[in-house]
Nanobody, 120 residues
Framework: QVQLVESGGGLVQAGGSLRLSCKAS????????MGWYRQAPGKQRELVASITSVYTTNYADSVKGRFTISRDNAMNTVFLQMNSLKPEDTAVYYC??????????????WGQGTQVTVSS
């Protein structure tokens, strides 16, 4: 079994910055993709950013140039640096990882979510 623990959310004024972290622990053979999603009240969950095992990144258009995703494979951790935050970035942010527990068995895991609130 795998556990994901997120940290770094909070309340910030528009224009400010936050850094989210998500650490995976448990039975981990290899971590494939890692990513961050967010869900605002009344809206569907959406992909914010993702990073593959070879560090290829993908960003939602709404965050390009402001957010940066990175990963530390030695620590089984993914980060999301969020700069120039806007009120519309307010949401619960969820970590998502695709993890191999063996050479062939893999599954998706979700973090518990961390609240990010940007005040105007």
């Amino acid at each position: 079994q795998v556990q994901l623990v997120e940290s770094g959310g909070g309340l910030v004024q528009a224009g400010g910055s936050l850094r989210l972290s998500c650490k995976a622990s448990g039975i981990i053979f290899r971590i494939a993709s890692m990513g961050w999603y967010r869900q605002a009240p009344g809206k569907q969950r959406e992909l914010v950013a993702s990073i593959t095992s070879v560090y290829t990144t993908n960003y939602a258009d709404s965050v390009k140039g402001r957010f940066t995703i990175s990963r530390d494979n030695a620590m089984n951790t993914v980060f999301l640096q969020m700069n120039s935050l806007k009120p519309e970035d307010t949401a619960v942010y969820y970590c998502n990882t695709n993890i191999f527990s063996s050479g062939t068995d893999r599954a998706d895991y979700w973090g518990q979510g961390t609240q990010v609130t940007v005040s105007s």
